[in-house]
Each structure stands twice: as structure tokens, then as C-alpha cells.
């Protein structure tokens, strides 16, 4: 009996999506709630599970395909009577090699694998097979034929057969290029599964563990973009058309103040441990950046607002979306009521969305509603930049890096010395339709007075 898989509902306002890429072919097992298909849509990227267990029968919708919700994008079978007639009848030619081999346990796959009607199929060959059998009997050859054999075989259901073994061919082409043996590196992803970061740290370990080669330069890995094309996916054409469609609709500038960040770097550093076994996250910057922006948002509604035709609406929430940058895009989920919430609420959704969007597994509600949006341009080692503001909403913060400098300060009896302190670049963007230089220039020196004056003792939530 057959089941036809369809595209669900991913969002109230997604109506169709586009197949990026399929994780399963035509006479694959599959089990129940194992990965699909990837999906593409306007709000997210995700994966479509198997609502039932079987075989693979048939593929209806072609990688880059965009259809409706509810097309049928897969057929599911039962499997059953296509995998018994091929056990007995690759057991006869099979089993002379399989008394030869000394690994016994590599036979089962040998037989189970889809190699066997090819055998069938060429009765010459098999007459032929053994001249080129005895130069695997000899004891020396043997040892070595088992696992070239067999090493293709039992790699393909292991990446396929749990969400530990899967790469992305992106992480896969990666590592293969930085020399990384990808059986060697423990996943910190969902399940297990090894990401991007994971083969970028097994590549620095073997640099830092060796004194010599530290001071020789370590050029940096090719590209396996370069010199290439590839087409659009469906995310990055959504977000080109969301940009070009933002700089020709609205008036864009950028408005930037210099923050002294470093009675919250002290602080970070005596509540550290204690914030940490209280949260099981660290505490870095981007709440404390979080909270007094969202704050200073309740003072300076035009910074939270919209535009629709010629009336503007000012949002009765501080709902801040916060850029997350993923292997196919960047993506914004939103944090909803954030002024209301305390740093360790702040830093405990920042940790689960960002590693639930990088593992495509948001929900595409959990992107929707943003009022105010909050990117981490720093977090590279850029000093600001001028973000694009998205609409509806009419403005975004970016957060430098923060950075140690020599600064003149001004003590309480108006003693002026310079000091080593904690420095970091705030970069507003916003909606000259809207928005004036002056509004802008009042909402950041709110900002900057908060976070300068780092009183966030009642706000830990610990």
C-alpha cells in the first residue's frame, strides 16, 4: 500500500514553497519523522519528515520546484516483496567471496545492497569474475578488497539513517578542503550533527597544539565557490528582493555613537560562573544590548513603528528580530516583549533560537512580527557598518565589536587622564520618511546613558 506525502502548512501566510534539495531517492528506506526533503519558503528554510515508514517509490516535485501547500511531493510504499526476491538470488554467486573473505561480518551488506541485479543482469561477467578473482584470494589482497568494497556501501545508509551522520555537502566540500576527516570530528549540532563550526575547530586544534609551525603562515582555504555559478536559492532571491524593494521605498541613513561598555565587561566578569550554572548559557553583550535598546524603544516609539500608505503605526510592543547568520542566509527570528524581559530570559532565547535556526528547525512564526531589529555586525570583528533597514519597520541597530582602546576620561572633579577601556560602535539605520537625525541622535544617547551606566543588577534574573 502507497501514501502520498504533501507540503504542509509552513506558516498562516505561506501559501507555496520551493524543494532545495532531497535527502532521500528513489528506493531509499525511510522512517517515520526521518528528514525528507529540504524545503525553502519565504519565511524559512526546513526540513519535511516522513509521516510514515517505507520505501521510497516515487519523486513528484524536482529539486527547485516551487508548488503549492498541499502538492503531493513524494510517494511512500510498503517496501514489501522488493528486498526478498534479491537475498536468494545473490546468494549463489555471492557466496564463494564470502568464504574467502576473512571479515565474515561484510557479506550481510554485500548482500542486502542494491548491487546484486546487476550480477543477475550479466551472466557473461560472472563466467569472466574469476580471472580476477585469485589475485583477491592471495593473503595479502584480501584484507585490502574487503573494505574498498565495502567502505561505499555502508557509508550511504549511515548518512542517511540518523540526523548524527548527516553533513550538508556544504560542511561535507568544507572539510574536504581543510584536510579534515569528518570521522574524526564530534558534532555540537542537533543530534549530533557535525556543522560548519565543528570542522573549523578540528582545523585550528592541530595549529594550536604545535609550538613550531605557529609563526609560519597558514593560508587561508580555497573557496569551492570560486570560478563557479550556481543559481539563486529561494531564500537568498527573497532576501534580494526585500533589500532592492527597502533602499527604493524608503530613505535610508545611518546615525553612529561611541559607547564605553566597561563596567559590563566587570560585571560579566564577577557574575560570569554563577550566571552561567543559573542559565546553562554565557552572558555576552548582546542581551545587555538587547535590553537597553528595546527599553530606550518605550521613550522613542517612532523607532518602533510603521508605515502603511500615508498613516504610521505605532507598535504597542518591543518585538526585536536579531540577524543570524546561517549557511544559507541570513534569517531574523524575534524575541517578543523584550523590554519586559530580564538578561537571563534575554540570553536564554537568543541561544535557543539562534542554534534552532541554524539547524532549520524554526518555526516560521517564531520570524514573523518583528518591530525592531538588532544585528550583531561584531560578532566578525567589524568595527559598525550601515545596516539595511527591512520593512515595514522603519529602523535596526548594529552592534560593533567591543575592543580594549586608550580613551580620555574626565573623573568627578573634572581631571582629565587617559585610560585603557572597553569601547564598542553603535550603528542606527532608519527611516528618513519617518524618522529624523534628531530622533535618531535622542534614542541612542538613551541607549548609550544605559548601558554606560551598566545598573542592570535587577535585571539578571538569576
Do not use: C
Not at 518605550?298 to 510603521?306: G, I
Not at 524575541?335 to 537571563?344: K, Q, V
Amino acid at each position: 500500500m502507497s501514501e502520498s506525502v504533501v507540503l504542509p502548512a509552513l506558516g498562516e501566510s505561506v501559501t507555496e514553497g520551493t524543494v532545495t534539495r532531497w535527502l532521500k531517492k528513489v528506493g531509499d528506506s525511510v522512517n517515520v519523522d526521518e528528514p525528507l526533503v529540504e524545503v525553502s519558503t519565504d519565511k524559512v528554510d526546513t526540513e519535511i519528515p516522513s509521516p510514515v515508514a517505507g520505501v521510497i517509490e516515487q519523486i513528484l516535485v524536482q529539486e527547485d520546484e516551487t508548488v503549492q501547500v498541499g502538492a503531493v511531493l513524494v510517494i511512500i510504499g510498503s517496501g514489501s516483496g522488493s528486498a526478498a526476491p534479491a537475498a536468494p538470488a545473490a546468494a549463489a554467486p555471492v557466496a564463494p567471496p564470502v568464504v574467502q573473505a576473512p571479515p565474515a561480518p561484510v557479506a550481510p551488506p554485500i548482500v542486502a545492497a542494491p548491487v546484486a541485479p546487476p550480477v543477475i543482469a550479466a551472466p557473461p561477467v560472472v563466467v569472466a569474475a574469476p580471472v580476477a578473482a585469485p589475485p583477491v584470494a592471495p593473503p595479502v589482497a584480501p584484507p585490502v578488497a574487503p573494505p574498498v568494497v565495502a567502505a561505499p556501501v555502508i557509508s550511504v545508509p549511515a548518512s542517511s539513517s540518523t540526523d548524527a551522520g548527516y553533513v550538508t555537502p556544504l560542511v561535507r566540500k568544507f572539510a574536504q578542503d581543510s584536510g579534515v576527516d569528518l570521522s574524526r570530528v564530534s558534532g555540537t549540532g542537533v543530534g549530533g550533527r557535525i556543522r560548519k563550526e565543528d570542522v573549523m575547530a578540528a582545523t585550528s586544534a592541530p595549529v594550536g597544539s604545535s609550538a613550531a609551525p605557529a609563526a609560519a603562515h597558514v593560508p587561508a582555504p580555497v573557496s569551492a565557490l570560486r570560478g563557479t555559478s550556481e543559481p539563486m536559492s529561494r531564500l537568498r532571491k527573497v532576501l534580494a528582493e526585500r533589500a532592492v524593494a527597502s533602499m527604493v521605498s524608503s530613505a535610508q541613513l545611518t546615525t553612529v555613537v561611541e559607547v564605553d561598555v566597561t563596567r559590563i565587561a566587570e560585571m560579566r566578569k564577577s557574575i560570569q560562573a554563577r550566571f552561567t550554572a543559573a542559565t546553562g548559557t554565557k552572558l555576552n553583550f548582546m542581551p545587555f544590548f538587547f535590553l537597553a535598546s528595546a527599553e530606550a524603544l518605550r521613550s522613542h516609539p517612532k523607532l518602533n513603528a510603521s508605515i502603511e500608505g500615508e498613516t504610521i503605526n505605532y507598535h504597542p510592543s518591543e518585538n526585536i528580530s536579531f540577524a543570524v547568520d546561517t549557511e544559507r542566509g541570513l534569517l531574523t527570528p524575534v524575541i517578543r516583549d523584550a523590554a519586559s524581559l530580564s538578561l537571563a530570559q534575554i540570553a536564554q532565547q537568543i541561544a535557543d533560537l539562534a542554534s534552532r535556526t541554524r539547524e532549520n528547525k524554526l518555526k516560521p512564526d517564531e520570524m514573523m512580527g518583528g518591530t525592531f531589529t538588532l544585528t550583531n555586525t561584531g560578532s566578525r570583528g567589524a568595527l559598525f557598518d550601515t545596516p539595511v533597514v527591512f520593512l515595514p519597520q522603519v529602523a535596526i541597530l548594529g552592534t560593533g565589536v567591543v575592543q580594549k582602546r586608550p580613551v580620555v576620561i574626565t573623573s568627578s572633579d573634572g581631571q582629565e587622564s587617559i585610560a585603557i577601556r572597553s569601547m564598542v560602535y553603535l550603528a542606527l539605520s532608519y527611516d528618513h520618511r519617518l524618522v529624523d537625525g534628531a530622533d535618531a541622535s535622542r534614542y541612542l544617547v538613551d541607549v548609550k546613558a544605559r548601558l554606560e551606566e551598566a545598573n542592570f543588577q535587577n535585571n539578571l534574573g538569576i
